[in-house]
């Protein structure tokens, strides 16, 4: 099981970028899927979940700005981020309660895509 993170790059203040991350490999049930990020020298720091159900959770930082959906039969996650700040800028990082084929349910993580946001 893996998850690919797609969609970063630079943007200008008060732009917009589309994330997408794509479970793959033998997967029986993908859980809640989620983004974090990490800004140099910082911790990595919760951005916003969703449910299997399609229920969003955010940040207050992001409230407003940034959407989180998912599309459960292409087990694909993503995160519309509007309105960007500098401060936004950040690696940011997929994470899923997945289910693989033979097994028990366990948190995976992407290895990530960076999200710059400069003039």
């Known amino acids: 099981v893996q998850l690919v993170e797609s969609g970063g790059g630079l943007v200008q203040p008060g732009g917009s970028l589309r994330l997408s991350c794509a479970a793959s490999g033998s997967i029986f049930s993908i859980n809640a899927m989620g983004w974090y990020r990490q800004a140099p020298g910082k911790e990595r720091e919760f951005v916003a979940t969703i449910t299997r159900d399609g229920n969003p959770n955010y940040a207050d930082s992001v409230k407003g700005r940034f959407t989180i959906s998912r599309d459960n039969a292409k087990n694909t996650v993503y995160l519309q981020m509007n309105s960007l700040k500098p401060e936004d800028t950040a690696v940011y990082y997929c994470?899923?309660?997945?289910?693989?084929?033979?097994?028990?349910?366990?948190?995976?993580w992407g290895r990530g895509t960076q999200v710059t946001v400069s003039s």
């Open positions: 994470n899923a309660g997945i289910r693989p084929g033979s097994g028990y349910y366990r948190t995976y």
